[in-house]
T-cell receptor, first 112, second 115 residues
Framework: GDSVTQMEGPVTLSEEAFLTINCTYT??????LFWYVQYPGEGLQLLLK?????DKGSNKGFEATYRKETTSFHLEKGSVQVSDSAVYFCALSDRGGNQFYFGTGTSLTVIP | GAGVSQSPSNKVTEKGKDVELRCDPISGHTALYWYRQSLGQGLEFLIY????????KSGLPSDRFSAERTGGSVSTLTIQRTQQEDSAVYLCASSQAGSSTDTQYFGPGTRLTVL
């Protein structure tokens, strides 16, 4: 069945460091891919998404490219800020939209 | 406009009791999802409603779990004869049309503790 595997945390970085959170997926069809973020004390919210191969999602300086050949959707940011401290979830949805599959989440802490 | 709301925000109950968790989706959203988030785990899909179609209940972990969606809007997740392993945060999300490309909007969750 469909599934998502993401890098385990926690991750601690200094401000302005480069961030990569790895995400790979298994899917039988052509899923859409998402990164959701959960800031401390807040609900899950969409960070970015890509709906077909080679698409790049971007938001708030974060980017992720839908790589069908490597079944990956790694999250990157060139220079993290303290305000980026949160838990990041990679997710995919099947073609029917019935089910979404989420990774276990990666906790990021950025220190000044 | 208003986002997805859930109530109660916290629920503490004794083992064996029944609980009801409520979700109010964003007005006009036809798709509604329930998930469970246990400590150290990802989000576990429970059930999906789309318009007037029969719900996809394939994620419900046991027959103690059930959910309804009345009038295509408010949804209630019921857990009967709660067990300690039911302790988790229960999240509700809605999306505009339930397609695979739609963004899901999440509520703040209900933290359930079964003593």
């Amino acid at each position: 069945g469909d599934s998502v595997t993401q890098m385990e945390g926690p991750v601690t970085l200094s401000e302005e460091a480069f961030l990569t959170i790895n995400c790979t997926y298994t899917a039988t069809g052509y899923p859409s891919l998402f990164w959701y973020v959960q800031y401390p004390g807040e609900g899950l919210q969409l960070l970015l998404k890509a709906t077909k191969a080679d698409d790049k999602g971007s938001n708030k300086g974060f980017e992720a490219t839908y790589r069908k050949e490597t079944t990956s959707f790694h999250l990157e940011k060139g220079s993290v800020q303290v305000s980026d401290s949160a838990v990041y979830f990679c997710a995919l949805s099947d073609r029917g939209g019935n089910q979404f599959y989420f990774g276990t989440g990666t906790s990021l802490t950025v220190i000044p | 406009g208003a986002g997805v709301s859930q109530s109660p925000s916290n629920k503490v109950t004794e083992k064996g009791k029944d609980v009801e968790l409520r979700c109010d989706p964003i007005s006009g959203h036809t798709a509604l999802y329930w998930y469970r988030q246990s400590l150290g785990q990802g989000l576990e899909f429970l059930i999906y409603f789309q318009g007037n179609s029969a719900p996809d209940k394939s994620g419900l972990p046991s027959d103690r779990f059930s959910a309804e969606r009345t009038g295509g809007s408010v949804s209630t997740l019921t857990i009967q004869r709660t067990q300690q392993e039911d302790s988790a945060v229960y999240l509700c999300a809605s999306s505009q049309a339930g397609s695979s490309t739609d963004t899901q909007y999440f509520g703040p969750g209900t933290r359930l503790t079964v003593l």
